[in-house]
């Protein structure tokens, strides 16, 4: 397989299904290959008879700008669907129960989770100073310092082990969340930012954020951006090797079903997890492959699990959060059918849960046994239950590597990156390694390289007109 300009995508996660989008709209000549016999990734929905699973993400923000532009592409803006109200109640396991997270002054002054000195501490956050230096941050450093310790304890903790499946000790303020750090620089408070909000909101200029998800589940979006692609996608091919060749562009050797194959291109996007990315890169640029290899993974299992009604009390809300000084190993359940209609037939809960994280590396290699009496026992603990409640069906998906770990001094990395690959200019990384792990921010990252990409051969051109 060769051609004169072709861009070759490696990679058929919304990563790289997005690049490839931005390039068939250029008009690009393209080609996508992806190791699995599906695209998507790490999005996948399934369909047991009748209970819709998410194994990987389950939902977006209505925020997400990105991800509705895609979805406009894919033909699939009519199959988007909004939560429930029940979604706005969400709950973090606190001593040894269920507490719903305060969601206003009324619930704050009330709510069991923080101590009178707690509340009082966290009041006081409009007042603490802007941080001075600028060396960067941890995101437990980040709350401490604007909260107190004991509420970054329970409420941060819970949030960055339960959607980053990380450490907060560990994780960078600047690149886990830059809205929050943008807020403090802004604002000088995040209080003061969110009631800025809060006005533009009473004013009509910033609509309530919903949660979204498709009719038929998340797969939706690659499924339709794939057919988009139809021969243009070549699925099983695996990328083995990458070389550049003497005029600037690559030759890649991908195992395919017909054996080992050379793939030439002029321009690659490599959309594939770091290490894999690192391990491609050896040859044509060692240094970023060795910034790649360093890039931190958690291991992260997702659970899907079905019960009937009888079995287990649910409440009507979005799911459930833990704290990592609660000892329990689950990270978080999400009461999916609660969330979304269409996920069970009438009399059936369908939920999912997440173990693992920075925190408990080795729990995911545990057998699927062990791995559900430890979920179902903890899950029985949260709901007040006195025994197991037994699923009608369940399921475990291991996600390898896991999710990339922003680390305190993350963006310094990827400054690295960008950088060192001025070196290689028809060469693109993107993926959930770099600028953010949300589906949306994969999209955001992916149109901006391809728009890099496709702009270095008009700057070439230009200064060759010159010359
Ligand atoms: C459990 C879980 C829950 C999540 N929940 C949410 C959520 O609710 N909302 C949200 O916005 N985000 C969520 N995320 C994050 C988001 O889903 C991911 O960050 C995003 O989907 C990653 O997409 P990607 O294309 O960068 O990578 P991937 O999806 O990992 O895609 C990489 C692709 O490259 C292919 N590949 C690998 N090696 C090769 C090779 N050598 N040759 C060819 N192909 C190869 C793989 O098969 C894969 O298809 C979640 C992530 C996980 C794991």
Redesign the pocket.
């Known amino acids: 397989m060769s051609g004169n300009g072709l861009t070759c995508v ?7 299904l997005a690049a490839a989008q931005e390039l068939l709209d250029r008009g690009e000549n393209v080609v996508v ?4 016999h599906r ?5 996948e929905t399934i369909n047991e008879n009748g209970l819709l699973f998410e194994k ?5 923000p209505s925020t997400s700008d990105e991800i509705l532009t895609l979805a406009e592409k894919a033909g699939v803006t009519d199959r988007i669907i909004t939560a429930q109200e029940a979604a706005e109640t969400r709950f973090l396991f606190h001593k040894h129960h269920l507490v719903e997270v305060p969601s206003g002054a009324k619930s704050f002054i009330k709510t069991d989770l923080f101590t009178f000195w707690q509340k009082l501490r966290i009041l006081c956050e409009p007042f603490v100073a802007k941080r001075k230096s600028e060396l960067p941050e941890s995101v437990a450093e980040f709350f401490s310092r604007r909260l107190g310790s004991a509420p970054t304890r329970t409420l941060v903790d819970a949030f960055v082990s339960g959607i980053y499946a990380g450490d907060a000790r560990q994780v960078g303020i600047e690149a886990t969340f830059p809205l929050l750090k943008q807020m403090e620089d802004e604002y000088g408070s995040i209080f003061k930012a969110l009631n800025a909000r809060r006005k533009k909101r009473k004013n009509g200029e910033a609509p309530k954020m919903t949660i979204k998800n498709f009719q038929g589940g998340l797969s939706e979006l690659p499924d339709g951006l794939a057919k988009n692609l139809g021969e243009k996608l070549r699925l099983g ?4 090797h990458l070389k550049q060749d003497k005029n600037g562009g690559f030759i890649l050797t991908v195992e395919g079903p017909q054996g080992i194959e050379e793939v030439r291109a002029q321009k690659v996007v490599l ?3 770091a290490p ?1 990315a690192g391990l ?1 890169l050896t040859g044509v640029s060692p240094f970023v492959a060795d910034l790649l290899f360093d890039i931190d993974y958690a291991p ?1 299992a ?1 659970v899907h699990a079905a019960f009937p009604e009888s079995e287990i009390n649910l409440p009507t809300a979005f799911g459930y959060l833990v704290p990592r000084p609660s000892r329990m190993r689950t990270l978080g359940w999400l009461f999916t059918s609660k969330t979304f209609t269409g996920r069970a037939p009438e009399g059936t809960h369908v939920l999912n849960g ?1 173990i693992g994280g920075a925190l408990d590396r080795g729990v995911v290699k545990a057998d699927a046994d062990a791995l559900q009496y430890i979920l179902l026992g903890e899950l029985s603990l949260a709901l007040g239950m006195h025994s197991f409640p037994k699923p009608s069906f369940f399921g475990i998906t291991n ?1 390898e590597p ?2 990339p770990q922003y680390m305190v001094g993350h963006a310094h990395r990827v400054k690295a990156i960008n950088k060192l690959l001025r070196d290689c200019p028809n060469l693109a990384l ?3 390694y770099l600028e953010g ?4 921010d ?1 999209i955001k990252k992916a149109k901006a390289a391809v728009a890099d990409l496709m702009n270095h051969e008009g700057a070439v051109a230009e200064k060759e007109d010159v010359a």
């Open positions: 490696v990679g058929a996660g919304i990563s790289g290959l992806e190791a699995a695209a998507g990734g790490v999005i990987g993400p389950n939902s977006f091919r695996k990328a083995k959309a594939v997890p894999i491609l992260i997702s997440f996600h896991g999710l993107i993926g959930n792990v949300s589906l949306n994969c």
